[in-house]
């Protein structure tokens, strides 16, 4: 049964500062990962997706890589704001389950002015 | 921005209660999808659709029910709310080849059963 864990659980910054959101899962056997953003009592806003077969992804200020064989992902935020704010959520979609996505339990992060 | 609903956004209703869970798309896709989130746990997928009059059950043991009967909708239906179904439920779609597809998804209805 695939697992996901993200590390921190939550996270406090300055604007302005990068950084790092980790993401790792239990089983490789994935078609793709896909990090989405919640803000409180909203739905899920997808930032970036990658497929198995790439490294990484980039979006604006975003950056997402997947090393596969190790079951990680990371999310790379530039030049953090205050608009940042909210959960950021990792789910993988395992093969030979359609597009079910299992999900983390999510980084609440907080940029502070 | 998604083109997807959910009807009601809030819920407050009293134990018995059969409620629907109303979840539209207007994209066309054919997958739809509904998850339960407990506050600060993570997202559970309950039920699925890969198209019209096709529902399956997801990864979550749940006391509710789907129906497929139209591409852009997919309502989810407690017959009894009880308590312990107190929680948010997502709505989401997608479509194209699994590597590569996104799900979408809709503002989410927060149900409390008293």
């Known amino acids: 049964k695939q697992e996901v864990t993200q590390i921190p659980a939550a996270l406090s910054v300055p604007e302005g500062e990068n950084l790092v959101l980790n993401c790792s899962f239990t089983?490789?056997?994935?078609?793709?990962l896909q990090w989405f953003r919640q803000d409180p009592g909203k739905g899920l806003t997808s930032l970036l997706l990658?497929?198995?077969?790439?490294r990484e992804q980039t979006s604006g200020r975003l950056n997402a890589s997947l090393d596969k064989s190790s079951g990680r992902s990371t999310l790379y935020i530039a030049a953090s704001q205050p608009g940042d704010s909210a959960t950021y959520l990792c789910?993988?979609?395992?093969?030979?389950?359609?597009?079910?996505?299992?999900f983390g339990t999510g980084t609440q992060l907080k940029v502070e002015l | 921005e998604a083109d997807i609903y959910q009807t009601p956004r809030y819920l407050v209703i009293g134990t018995g209660k059969k409620i629907t869970l109303e979840c539209s798309q207007t994209m066309g896709h054919d997958k739809m999808y509904w998850y339960q989130q407990d506050p600060g746990m993570e997202l559970h997928l309950i039920h699925y659709?890969?198209?019209?009059?096709?529902?399956e059950k997801g990864d979550l043991s749940s006391e509710s029910t789907v129906s497929r009967i139209r591409t852009e909708h997919f309502p989810l239906t407690l017959e009894s709310a009880r308590p312990s179904h107190t929680s948010q439920y997502l709505c989401?779609?997608?479509?194209?080849?699994?590597?590569?597809?996104?799900?979408?998804f809709g503002p989410g209805t927060r149900l409390l059963v008293l």
């Open positions: 789910a993988v979609s395992n093969t030979g389950g359609g597009n079910k996505l299992t």
């Open positions: 989401a779609s997608s479509a194209g080849q699994f590597f590569q597809e996104t799900q979408y």
């Open positions: 659709s890969y198209g019209v009059n096709s529902t």
């Open positions: 990658i497929q198995s077969s790439q």
């Open positions: 089983d490789s056997a994935i078609y793709n």
